[in-house]
């Protein structure tokens, strides 16, 4: 790659700028339409039907009483609902068969003309069931856990280096300790929300999606249907956090519904049954052993994780595979095992695997500083690998060095009484944490167009996403930058699968990925502007471009941005309240392209390991088979209150190895090590090491 990505004359915009986002006035002005905001004329409304039971078979359905309500027009059922084709994901296998794999797999659904009718219609539907004993609950022990061959991420389940066993037998100083994560809801603000429309052998959705490019794809498959027949439309997206990266129920129900009605059908799912049906994080049950030497240089590292998946599709959260690189580790095991169990199928939620397992071994380094007495920050950089341990290749770059002692700085860490109890405000006990975060740098084929109008002006063309990101914004600025014209200039158009195809918004990689082939497609189409003589044509000129290539090729350098995570908390002696009082994130992320925007991703991920550490987490309970807190009475994420002082910032990186832009991912390593963060600083007040999340009161009286 060029080391100057811009060679053809200095950018009119600098990328990094803080530029306000494009759709913002529409957004807080209201005009901005969601999915469930979209209805055709005719539109009808459908509402699920979840099942009761944890496990079993439907054996009738009654819609007799549901159809005799006034405005219903349909009951869909395993019986009459349209034949779908497998695909990849057998969670989208809905109404086919009697089979009931979990508590809330969807076993109905009603149609009517409103959408009171229809809820009323959904619950006037009766439906019979033959339930089977249900197993819902994970333990460490349980007999059914096996060691899958790979985890999410395609990266394999057990890795061995060295001499772990004997290594650890050795070490002066050991740590061996359990941590654990419960059940972790998305939980976006918007709830998954399509509206169908089948016209004429074509069919529109207006899908509440982090990738329309995929919801199409897929869409096809199960239909038996040309992707071009399909026209997915994600326009604006109120967040997903990995819940809405691939296509969901809603989607393919309200198509099921669009086509057995001949009426356009709206869905939206009730907020209490999200948790059942777009996937959540699964809970860990984390055992991290820790060998070092009086020096606290690691000698031995083990991080073992049991989790659990659903009968209907494995996914195994890859909790243990941060700490494949996070540090020097000459002798090292990391292994998952996971159970099916009759529970909803888990999936991607922000930072799977880094926000989890750096809990367990942000926490684990923690509690190996005290043991040595050495000051954790100081711990961790006596513990910096030269190269990636677990592939002994070289870091593209790698800062977390710089973060810990940026942070440091900021936050004010030193001095710092290392004495568990000592900081004391009337009832309240202070203490202060830091850990370490971690996230790796993808990128996926995307494709993307560049046109220069006979206006003057730039229109690009990419089925990019944004659900909360700034998105459009921030590829304007990219095109801006590659054509060396003003920001303002550049029409972006998103949010189609009409448009060429690009990765979908998640894996922190979709800036990444779309922005590579928005550049390339910019500098094509700069050589066709050198070249072309006279006025532009009436359509203008066009070019092309897609990254599958330089996608396919890789690196050969270990690519992974970096973080640092402070945080200063009070606990109540009396009542047992937590409190962050501030929290400090410095990062590491190659070129930052918009600071605006990219602080609030910052500040998000920060936020949601706030709620991680202290509130949120659902039970699964055994008498009925499901999660127990289902919505946000219950499921507590953090209110402005519980955070009153929060920053992020970042170092100025730059990487020559990534992408055009240089820059990496900032979507989710937010998340990653706040709650060890906040954990950390919790026994530093208090002298209560908090192993097992989320830090309630129950857990520190
Ligand atoms: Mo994110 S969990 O990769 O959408």
């Given at each position: 790659m060029s080391p100057d990505p811009f060679p053809l004359g200095p950018p009119a915009y600098p990328l990094g700028a803080p530029l306000v986002r494009r759709e913002g006035r529409e957004k807080v002005t209201g005009t901005a339409r969601y999915a469930a905001e979209h209805t055709p004329l005719d539109c009808a409304y459908a509402w699920p039907v979840a099942a009761t039971v944890a496990r079993g078979r439907v054996t009738a359905v009654d819609a007799t009483g549901a159809l005799a309500l006034p405005g219903v027009c349909a009951v869909l059922t395993h019986e009459n609902a349209p034949r779908l084709a497998a695909t990849?994901?057998?969670?989208?296998?809905?109404?086919?068969?009697?089979?009931?794999?979990?508590?809330?797999?969807?076993?109905a659904l009603a149609v009517a003309d409103s959408l009171e009718a229809a809820r009323a219609a959904a619950a006037a539907v009766h439906v019979s069931y033959a339930a089977e004993d249900a197993d819902v609950l994970l333990t460490a022990g349980h007999p059914g856990l096996y060691a899958p061959e790979t985890v999410n991420g395609g990266y394999p389940g057990t890795r061995e280096r060295g001499d772990f066993d004997t290594a650890f037998a050795a070490a002066p100083v050991t740590l061996d300790a359990t941590y654990t994560v419960p059940p972790l809801h998305n939980h976006p603000m918007e709830p998954h929300a399509a509206t169908a429309h089948w016209t004429g052998g074509r069919l529109t959705v207006h899908d509440s999606s982090q990738g329309s490019s995929k919801v199409c794809e897929d869409l096809a498959a199960l239909f038996s249907l040309d992707p071009g027949d399909i026209t997915v439309v994600s326009e604006h997206v109120g967040g997903g956090f990995g819940s809405k990266g691939t296509p969901r129920p809603h989607v393919v129900l309200a198509a099921m519904a669009t086509r057995h009605t001949g009426r356009p059908v709206k869905l939206s799912l009730p907020r209490r049954e999200m948790p059942a049906a777009v996937g959540h994080r699964a809970p860990t049950v984390q055992r991290v052993r820790l060998g070092a030497g009086g020096d606290g240089v690691l000698t031995a590292l083990a991080h073992e994780i049991a989790t659990h998946t659903s009968t209907v599709n494995e996914f195994v959260e890859q909790a243990a595979v941060p700490a494949r690189m996070m540090y020097t580790s000459p002798n090292s095991r990391t292994a998952h095992r996971v159970v099916p169990l009759d529970v909803p199928t888990p999936s991607w939620m922000r930072?799977?695997?880094?926000a989890p397992g750096m809990f367990a071994l942000e926490s684990a380094v923690d509690e190996l500083a005290v043991l040595l007495d050495i000051d954790p920050v100081e711990l961790r950089m006596r513990n910096e690998p030269d190269t990636e341990p677990d592939s002994d290749r070289a870091f593209s770059s790698r800062h977390l060095i710089g973060c810990l002692r940026e942070g440091a700085e900021r936050f004010g860490w030193r001095p710092r009484d290392p004495r568990p109890g000592v900081r004391r405000e009337g009832d309240l006990l202070l203490g202060t944490g830091v850990a370490a975060a971690t996230y790796p740098v993808y990128v996926a084929p995307s494709s993307a167009e560049a046109r220069a109008t006979a206006d003057g002006g730039f229109r690009i063309r990419v089925n990019a996403t944004d659900i909360g990101t700034g998105a459009r914004t921030v590829l304007a600025q990219i095109a801006a930058a590659a054509l060396t014209v003003p920001e303002d200039r550049v029409r972006v158009d998103i949010g189609?699968?009409?448009?060429p195809p690009a990765m979908l918004a998640g894996g922190s990689m979709g800036t990444a990925s779309w922005g590579w082939a928005v550049h390339k497609a910019c500098m094509a189409l700069r050589a066709r502007l050198r070249d072309h003589d006279g006025p532009l044509p009436a359509e203008g000129l066009t070019a092309a471009a897609d990254t599958r290539q330089e996608a396919a090729e890789g690196s050969p350098y270990a690519r992974h941005a970096f973080g640092a995570t402070f945080a200063e908390v009070q606990a109540d002696t009396v009542s047992g309240e937590v409190r962050v009082r501030r929290m400090l994130g410095v990062y590491a992320a190659g070129r930052i392209l918009n600071s605006r925007t990219a602080r609030s991703q910052f500040i998000g991920g920060m936020t949601m390991g706030l709620g991680m550490a202290l509130m949120e987490g659902s039970r699964l309970d055994p008498a009925f088979g499901d999660f127990a807190e289902r919505d946000l009475a219950a499921y507590h994420v953090p209110a402005c209150a519980d955070v009153p002082r929060i920053e992020a910032h970042w170092i100025d990186e730059e990487d020559p190895h990534l992408n055009p832009m240089g820059s990496k991912g900032i979507g989710e390593i937010g998340i990653v090590g706040t709650a060890a963060a906040v954990a950390n600083a919790l026994w530093h007040a208090t002298g209560i090491r908090v192993r097992?999340?989320?830090?309630t009161v129950d857990k520190i009286l």
């Open positions: 990849g994901d057998p969670a989208l296998a809905l109404l086919q068969d009697d089979r009931v794999p979990h508590r809330g797999w969807y076993v930072a799977p695997g880094e189609s699968s009409d448009l097992d999340l989320p830090l």
